[in-house]
């Protein structure tokens, strides 16, 4: 399969602060950038999607000037959390897309907030 | 909202098959069967997919019934290795743009 690598693997920040998450496809274009969270105990929800070069497309629920996303290249797209409060502990995960290819995982980002 | 339904929870004995069934009975022509599995803090990994042939790699089996409303997943010898949850999904093959929707999935334990 397709090489996909997210880092940091774990961070833990202070509430107010932001942090920045990284997903690169290391041996294909990724045109599509797909981010999921995933709370304790619960699946994965898709949060947006973004194609290169274009504005992100957010889920209902999800605050696009919380959760900064940039594609600005098809072998890396950033998930920057903004302003982060205990209720966004979580595990995000990135999924990039080829064109005409599957979509591949990120090995997930568990951030703590305190 | 997933268009599957899995059992929440199976145990199987390490060495043994694990047949892991999965009910989508809406499931459009063009929709394939996808499986992923994931380990605890680890993102969803693909195991297989199909469209209405059986199909089988290194890791499992997948079986369709003929109606292409079920498939059974089948982990030939299980090991502790495998205990996760395993996620059933349909959607569009290669299509661009299109994300993954999970639904619970079955949580597997593979025992000694």
């Known amino acids: 399969g397709a090489v996909v690598s997210q880092h940091p693997s774990w961070v833990i920040c202070k509430s107010g602060t932001s942090v920045k998450i990284e997903c690169r496809s290391l041996?294909?274009?990724?045109?599509?950038m797909f981010w999921y969270r995933q709370f304790p105990k619960q699946s994965l929800m898709l949060m947006a999607t973004?194609?290169?070069?274009?504005?992100?497309?957010?889920e209902q629920g999800v605050e696009k000037d919380k959760f900064l996303i940039n594609h600005a290249s098809l072998t890396l797209s950033t998930l920057t959390v903004t302003s982060a409060h205990p209720e966004d502990s979580s595990f995000y995960i990135c999924?990039?897309?080829?064109?005409?290819?599957?979509?591949?995982f990120g090995q997930g980002t568990r951030l703590t907030v305190v | 909202d997933a268009k599957t339904t899995q059992p929440t929870s199976m145990d199987c004995a390490e060495g043994r098959a694990a047949n892991l069934p999965c009910n989508h009975s809406?499931?459009?022509?063009?929709?394939?069967v996808y499986w992923y599995r994931q380990i605890h803090s680890q993102g969803p990994q693909y195991i297989i997919h199909?469209?209405?042939n059986n199909e089988t790699n290194e890791m499992a089996s997948l079986i369709i019934t003929e109606d292409r409303k079920s498939s059974t997943l089948i982990l030939p010898h299980a090991t502790l290795r495998d205990t996760a949850v395993y996620y059933c999904?349909?959607?569009?093959?290669?299509?661009?743009?299109?994300?993954?929707?999970f639904g619970p999935g079955t949580r597997l334990s593979v025992l000694p």
């Open positions: 199909g469209l209405k």
């Open positions: 999924s990039p897309q080829g064109q005409n290819t599957e979509a591949f």
């Open positions: 999904i349909v959607r569009p093959g290669v299509h661009y743009g299109q994300n993954f929707v």
């Open positions: 041996d294909f274009q990724a045109t599509t």
């Open positions: 973004s194609n290169e070069g274009s504005k992100a497309t957010y």
């Open positions: 809406t499931i459009s022509g063009n929709e394939y």
